[in-house]
């Protein structure tokens, strides 16, 4: 009895075994992981279009598709994050388009043009135009799928002095990206370019390692930079936003219809991020005023005009780099 028991719960164990042997391939694939690592802070534009992204997938897939987000740098820092998407690493980055120059892409540093753009909107006729779409199917050409670019916003200078002219940044050391573009602009205003990953900027400057940097106000006050910075100098000077990128084999490894989810998901998650960027940068100027540690100083349209004229030869400096058909494309597509 106990025999004839024990073989057939046997064969029953076989063929379970067998089962999810034949079957395993399809639960593998069906459970999909994206690990999205970025570097700054849940409550700012990036980190809440993210979540929103990962939110959305999750609820469509019915949970078959997960998304784990490590933000604030936690997995990857400026320095590593793209390594880490080349070697599959992780499935998604959102990375500053700053940070794309320096992995063979210096046409994006075309964001980085300062006075290039004077309101978001002029951004948008690029990043939801063609010279975006182009920009983004280049990606390709390292491995990269460009899934879209959505914004943080606009940058303003900060230091321990007040920043509103040209003298102003005489012999300053200022935490840059790794941007050609970013380094000339300050190199043009008489101050000395450090890169430094994001992650690492609060520290070097409460260490006096570098004197002041750029950032929209959202990063500046989710870093807590209001903290070892006397001044914030409302230049408005140039653009910070991001594309987000996939590696190719991941993607390529997607069934259809996931993604056809993904995608969706992740249109919708860029156009929330965009829609609130605005009012997350002037929530952290409130946030910032409120605080009380920082001296913030609205520049006059003449003192603009004069930072303008000062950083105006970076754009002949690099149109080589960037490729001057793209600046052509660009300022075309402005201009109409
Ligand atoms: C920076 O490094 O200043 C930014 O790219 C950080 C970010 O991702 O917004």
């Given at each position: 009895?106990?025999?004839?028991?024990?073989?057939?719960?046997?064969?029953?164990?076989?063929?379970?075994?067998?089962?999810?042997?034949?079957?395993?391939?399809?639960?593998?694939?069906?459970?999909?992981?994206?690990?999205?690592?970025?570097?700054?802070?849940?409550?700012?534009?990036?980190?809440?279009?993210?979540?929103?992204?990962?939110?959305?997938?999750?609820?469509?897939?019915?949970?078959?598709?997960?998304?784990?987000?490590?933000?604030?740098?936690?997995?990857?820092?400026?320095?590593?994050?793209?390594?880490?998407?080349?070697?599959?690493?992780?499935?998604?980055?959102?990375?500053?388009?700053?940070?794309?120059?320096?992995?063979?892409?210096?046409?994006?540093?075309?964001?980085?043009?300062?006075?290039?753009?004077?309101?978001?909107?002029?951004?948008?006729?690029?990043?939801?135009?063609?010279?975006?779409?182009?920009?983004?199917?280049?990606?390709?050409?390292?491995?990269?799928?460009?899934?879209?670019?959505?914004?943080?916003?606009?940058?303003?200078?900060?230091?321990?002095?007040?920043?509103?002219?040209?003298?102003?940044?005489?012999?300053?050391?200022?935490?840059?990206?790794?941007?050609?573009?970013?380094?000339?602009?300050?190199?043009?205003?008489?101050?000395?370019?450090?890169?430094?990953?994001?992650?690492?900027?609060?520290?070097?400057?409460?260490?006096?390692?570098?004197?002041?940097?750029?950032?929209?106000?959202?990063?500046?006050?989710?870093?807590?930079?209001?903290?070892?910075?006397?001044?914030?100098?409302?230049?408005?000077?140039?653009?910070?936003?991001?594309?987000?990128?996939?590696?190719?084999?991941?993607?390529?490894?997607?069934?259809?219809?996931?993604?056809?989810?993904?995608?969706?998901?992740?249109?919708?998650?860029?156009?929330?991020?965009?829609?609130?960027?605005?009012?997350?940068?002037?929530?952290?100027?409130?946030?910032?005023?409120?605080?009380?540690?920082?001296?913030?100083?609205?520049?006059?349209?003449?003192?603009?005009?004069?930072?303008?004229?000062?950083?105006?030869?970076v754009y002949d400096q690099l149109s080589t780099r960037i490729g001057a058909?793209w600046i052509?494309?660009?300022?075309?597509?402005?201009?109409?």
């Amino acid at each position: 009895m106990w025999r004839a028991y024990r073989d057939g719960w046997s064969n029953v164990a076989a063929c379970a075994l067998l089962a999810c042997l034949l079957l395993a391939p399809l639960a593998l694939r069906a459970d999909v992981l994206i690990r999205f690592s970025h570097v700054v802070a849940r409550d700012t534009p990036k980190g809440l279009a993210v979540e929103r992204f990962k939110r959305l997938v999750e609820q469509r897939s019915g949970g078959r598709i997960r998304v784990t987000v490590y933000p604030a740098a936690r997995l990857y820092n400026d320095l590593d994050e793209m390594e880490a998407l080349r070697l599959g690493a992780v499935e998604m980055l959102a990375p500053s388009l700053s940070k794309f120059g320096p992995i063979g892409f210096p046409e994006f540093e075309l964001f980085d043009l300062p006075f290039l753009f004077e309101r978001i909107t002029d951004v948008h006729r690029i990043t939801q135009g063609d010279v975006g779409r182009r920009l983004l199917a280049s990606l390709s050409r390292q491995g990269l799928v460009g899934l879209g670019f959505f914004d943080n916003g606009f940058k303003q200078m900060s230091a321990n002095r007040p920043l509103r002219a040209p003298a102003d940044f005489q012999g300053l050391r200022m935490r840059v990206q790794a941007s050609r573009v970013i380094a000339a602009q300050f190199r043009a205003l008489g101050a000395r370019p450090v890169v430094l990953a994001f992650s690492e900027t609060r520290h070097a400057l409460a260490a006096g390692v570098v004197d002041g940097t750029e950032n929209p106000v959202s990063n500046f006050w989710t870093q807590r930079m209001n903290e070892v910075q006397t001044d914030l100098s409302l230049t408005q000077h140039a653009y910070l936003g991001y594309a987000v990128v996939a590696n190719q084999r991941f993607w390529d490894s997607l069934l259809p219809a996931d993604r056809a989810v993904v995608t969706q998901a992740m249109q919708e998650a860029l156009a929330y991020g965009n829609a609130i960027a605005d009012a997350e940068n002037e929530r952290a100027l409130q946030d910032l005023r409120a605080a009380g540690t920082t001296r913030i100083h609205v520049l006059s349209p003449a003192q603009r005009a004069e930072l303008r004229a000062t950083v105006q030869p970076v754009y002949d400096q690099l149109s080589t780099r960037i490729g001057a058909q793209w600046i052509r494309d660009v300022q075309q597509t402005l201009s109409r």
